[in-house]
């Protein structure tokens, strides 16, 4: 499957914006999917993910309360609404996608990911 991620951009503290990762190439519903973070000099960390159902999500504890992700498998989307953003959500965002995940199952660790989009840079000013 390959995957594509936008709606990055420049959002003052306080914004919101909706990240949007569109697959293609395979069946969309076949596969668990994630977005993480990787923020200059730092580590690639999970932001949130979800399992092939929809129904099984884990968001991080430095996001939970501000970031909420959800999926559309009839349109092979995976999104992530960033609301309350923090100059440190600053980040390149990367949606990925698991094959062979039970249905009601969520991947946590990069390892665990076999395909990733381009990245969507999200900066956001004080």
């Known amino acids: 499957v390959q995957l594509q991620a936008s709606g990055g951009g420049l959002v003052q503290a306080g914004g919101s914006l909706r990240l949007s990762c569109a697959g293609s190439g395979g069946t969309f519903s076949a596969y668990g999917t994630g977005w993480f973070r990787q923020a200059l000099g730092r580590e690639r960390e999970l932001v949130a993910a979800?399992?092939?159902?929809?129904?099984?999500?884990n968001t991080a504890d430095t996001v939970k309360g501000r970031f909420t992700i959800f999926r559309d498998n009839a349109k092979n989307a995976v999104y992530l609404q960033m609301n309350s953003l923090r100059p440190e959500d600053t980040a390149v965002y990367y949606c990925?996608?698991?094959?062979?995940?039970?249905?009601?199952?969520?991947?946590?660790?990069?390892?665990?990911?076999?395909?990733w989009g381009q990245g969507t840079l999200v900066t956001v000013s004080s």
């Open positions: 990925a996608a698991a094959l062979g995940v039970p249905y009601n199952s969520v991947v946590v660790v990069p390892s665990g990911y076999d395909y």
């Open positions: 979800i399992s092939r159902s929809g129904l099984t999500t």
